[in-house]
């Protein structure tokens, strides 16, 4: 009997039939519906124990200490830490997104070395040791032609950096520019010495001249948990914070009192202040009181109308708290955190002179000079501003051969940033120890990966700000990075040694803890979360009369206003873009698309006859920039106020081409009597298109 | 008349093919009847239940033999190994921190016990371990909850076992063929009086 084609029709039949009291079709169901949930582009739950441990997030100047919390050793979260007596459990906004910044796409994942214009090939670790080496060893021994800039203002990285240089002839350490630059220059110009601190808890009335203290300036969180101690809800508060700055920023929110008062105008605004204190009864024991007072005395109510645009019962409305306050603090700064003149923080810290309140409980501290970890390392009063090596650099009046950059980013984060990044084309070899694919390490020869903060040792020794002596310091929280990079001192402390140089430490973990130890600290306990603090020095400090009396004042005309760069620390830093999470909170009156806004109040739009959401060109320098104006009442008069941090060429798809970069229109100049490089009170021409 | 001409055509062209049909009928009388469906039918169905189950699973072994016979002889308990954490979270399968407690060293004779020692505990590596009952992560499966149950009211008794069972991987699917369905979380929870929201399971 054969097969017919009928035949094998009913054997088919019978097979599908058959198949239907089987579990093929019915589990075959069932599994291609859990296989459609399962593609291989959804993320996967790390499972594991779940642990919060501590560790010192350094992703904002301050650096926070924070528990890293983390599921089968992965970080996934940041929380602020109770125990520490810095942060108080608080986080700030950028370091609470640490966890997911270790994983950004902008991360560099290997060493890279330039092969052509804007083009780069990975290498191993071991090549590009070898060629940092290869191309440092020549330049042993000749002073300025190894450089270094650094980015990073606490830490005892800058003693590696500035001992290896010293041990290869080379006195070319530079840091980025930030207050606490300015600041030590404007104690020394107040016969002082030291770096300032200022004691916000303690203190009853807290004025900030410029200052942005509750959102991005000193130790944020510190000063926020200060804050909020001082007014506990539902209770009477028990100190008045007063802001006087360009513009209504989140520190301004939440305080008793705001006055606008222009960026050109500060040393005038705190000059003014003084001649009325003054006027109401304050006196000083301090040597140069006479000269100040005279000086003081040019700054009346009607030249303080004329320079900030307030009226005089403001003054008096200064005054009558001020008198009222048993321990008032003024906290000098620039809005922006750096750029200011020394002079615009002698003007605001001579105040609390006036006042008696140096060295007082909430009041102005000195701080001792802090213990050295390696001997060799520049003292951190005698660092010297990367701005300046720069110009020099594009003058031709410093020829390095070789620039390490550790941390800083100075193509993007210094004004006229065309000119600096010219400037480092100078350099014929450079290498950029970063993170992050920032603008900086685009234009470098060599790229070197550093580990993000909760892979690596560091420390913070004194950040800015702080009341009291303050140390803290932090180990990895994960065994392994995320990507294939080297501590940069590691790498640096190995060069150094086939250079024939000790530095005393051979990895940056051994510099770390004999950092610690010098400065009588547990290693150990701060590791774990804790703080260390010490006592501030005794010392007083003058008036700062004669370099006051140089203090300049911009001359505006009808196009020109007072440039006000504003700084929100949510949208990151200036070694830092803003975190993929915190777009979410940028405002469509900030930016819009790839447009940034101009803010100005009514009045300043009229003068320059330009309305809400014009196009306008901003112009400074030889530099441009575009932007969409948005008047806003909370702009001090006559000034243009716009944030800083946005467009960014380098780091990752949701910063790049965002904005524009207001660096580019802020002009430097040279401070009168100090030689010092200051752009806080730039003037900008405005110009509708 | 073109048009009568095609009908015409045409039924003539039907009635040959009909004429064929019938022919093959004629032939095929006696080739099977029923016959070939039920073959079909069986062949199938003994296809379905026998072959099937093992084309659709993979076998797999777990990659170091490990025997919870041994450890059970040396009077652990299942929860000497399977903890709780302080949070109440379930550690479930032990990792190298937990079992170098014993095997930093080797310390016995058994050669799984070297394989695990020189290629995972002394190389700092976790074991790759086949999780018999691993749950999709929208599953949300408190083991803290379930405490009052023995384990074996829904693991294997795993005490007597000297060799890891084989891991089926269902090729389709992915999971274990010993991955717990949801129907039996859902019959257990509804036979218990607990509740069958979506919620309960799913965060």
Redesign the interface.
């Known amino acids: 009997m054969g097969l017919d084609r009928r035949g094998f029709v009913k054997i088919v039949m019978g097979g599908v039939a058959g198949t239907l009291f089987t579990p093929v079709i019915w589990q075959g169901l069932d599994d291609t519906s859990i296989w459609s949930q399962n593609w291989g582009w959804i993320p996967r739950l790390n499972k594991g124990e779940v642990k919060a441990t501590s560790a010192l997030s350094k992703l904002c100047p301050a650096g926070c200490a924070v528990k890293v919390k983390t599921v089968g050793g992965l970080p996934f979260a940041v929380v602020g830490n109770k125990d520490n007596t810095m942060s108080k459990g608080g986080v700030c906004p950028v370091c609470a997104g640490g966890a997911q910044l270790m994983y950004s796409p902008a991360r560099v994942k290997s060493p890279m070395k330039k092969v052509g214009e804007g083009k780069y090939e990975a290498i191993k670790w071991e090549d590009a040791e070898a060629l940092l080496l290869e191309k440092l060893t020549p330049l042993k021994g000749q002073e300025g032609k190894i450089a270094a800039i650094s980015g990073d203002e606490t830490g005892t990285a800058n003693e590696v950096l500035s001992a290896l240089l010293a041990g290869l002839g080379s006195s070319a350490f530079y840091v980025m520019p930030g207050e606490m630059f300015t600041a030590g220059k404007g104690v020394k110009l107040m016969g002082g010495s030291g770096q300032p601190g200022f004691d916000i808890e303690g203190a009853d009335l807290v004025l900030m001249v410029g200052a942005d203290a509750l959102d991005s300036w000193g130790t944020t969180v510190a000063n926020q948990k200060a804050f909020a101690a001082a007014r506990p809800t539902g209770k009477e508060a028990a100190a008045q914070y007063v802001y006087a700055g360009p513009i209504l920023n989140n520190t301004a929110s939440v305080c008793d009192k705001f006055v606008p008062v222009p960026p050109t105008a500060t040393a005038a605004f705190c000059l003014a202040l003084a001649n009325a204190l003054i006027n109401a009864g304050a006196v000083s024991s301090a040597s140069d009181f006479a000269e100040y007072k005279a000086l003081a005395a040019k700054f009346t109510a009607e030249e303080f109308e004329k320079t900030t645009g307030l009226k005089p019962e403001v003054l008096a409305d200064l005054v009558a708290r001020f008198k009222a306050a048993k321990a008032p603090l003024v906290i000098a700064g620039a809005s922006f955190g750096q750029g200011a003149g020394a002079l615009d923080f002698v003007a605001a810290a001579s105040l609390n002179v006036l006042l008696g309140r140096v060295g007082q409980k909430g009041g102005m501290t000195l701080l001792p000079a802090a213990p050295k970890a390696i001997a060799t390392a520049t003292d951190r009063e005698n660092a010297k501003d990367a701005a300046s090596f720069l110009a020099s650099v594009a003058t031709g009046k410093a020829t390095p051969g070789a620039l390490l950059i550790y941390e800083a980013n100075p193509a993007f984060a210094l004004p006229q940033p065309a000119e600096m990044a010219k400037a480092m084309g100078n350099i014929a070899f450079k290498v950029s120890f970063s993170t992050y694919m920032d603008e900086t390490a685009a234009l470098a020869d060599l790229i070197l990966p550093a580990p993000h903060p909760y892979e690596r040792y560091d420390d913070a020794m004194n950040p800015y700000g702080v009341a009291k002596p303050t140390y803290l310091a932090g180990k990895p929280v994960v065994a392994k990075p995320v990507m294939d990079c080297k501590d940069p001192m590691d790498v640096l402390l190995a060069a150094a040694g086939k250079l024939g140089l000790s530095l005393g430490a051979e990895t940056y973990a051994d510099a770390v803890k004999a950092k610690a130890k010098a400065v009588g600290a547990d290693f150990d306990a701060l590791a774990a979360g804790g703080a260390w603090t010490g006592e501030p020095k005794s010392g007083s400090l003058n008036l700062g009369a004669a370099a006051l009396a140089k203090a300049p004042s911009a001359k505006l005309d009808d196009k020109t206003v007072a440039f006000a760069p504003v700084t929100k620390l949510a949208y990151g830093t200036a070694n830092l873009a803003t975190p993929p999470a915190n777009t979410l909170v940028v405002r469509d009156t900030e930016l819009l698309g790839k447009d940034l806004f101009v803010q100005m109040n009514a009045a300043t739009a009229k003068k320059l006859g330009v309305a809400n959401g014009a196009k306008v060109k901003l112009t400074a320098g030889s530099g441009e920039v575009k932007a969409l104006v948005h008047v806003n009442e909370g702009v001090a008069a006559g000034t243009a106020a716009m944030l800083l941090g946005f467009g960014h060429s380098a780091w990752d798809e949701y910063t790049k081409g965002k904005g524009d970069n207001i660096y580019k229109i802020l002009t430097v100049s040279d401070e009168a009597g100090t030689g010092l490089k200051v752009w806080a009170g730039s003037t900008v021409t405005v110009a509708k298109i | 008349m073109k048009t009568q001409f095609f009908v015409a055509k045409f039924d003539q062209k039907l009635q040959e093919r009909w004429g064929e049909v019938m022919e093959e009928k004629k032939q ?1 009388k006696g ?2 009847g ?12 003994i ?3 026998v072959l ?2 093992d084309l ?1 699973y993979s076998k797999k072994t777990q990659p170091v033999r490990f025997s919870h016979k041994i450890h059970q002889e040396q009077g652990m308990e299942c929860s000497s190994c399977h903890t709780f ?1 302080e ?1 109440g ?1 379930y ?2 399968i032990p ?1 190298n921190e937990k079992c170098a407690e014993c095997h930093a060293d080797i310390v016995g004779s058994d050669p799984a016990e070297k394989v695990y020692v020189e290629q995972y505990a002394q190389k700092g590596k976790e074991v790759p371990w086949l999780i018999y009952q691993y749950q ?2 929208n599953v949300i499966f408190s083991h803290k909850a379930h405490e009052s149950l023995e384990c074996t009211s829904c693991h294997p008794d795993m005490a007597k076992n000297d060799t890891p069972p084989v891991y089926y991987e ?1 090729r ?4 274990s063929k010993q991955t717990m369905k949801m129907w039996k979380c859902e019959r257990c929870h509804a036979e218990n009086g607990v509740s069958n929201a979506c919620h309960v399971c799913h965060k």
């Open positions: 095929c080739c099977g029923a016959l070939p469906f039920v073959i079909g039918f069986v062949a199938a169905v296809a379905g239940w099937f189950p659709i954490r949070d979270s550690a479930g990792t999709p992560d269902n389709l699917s992915g999971y």
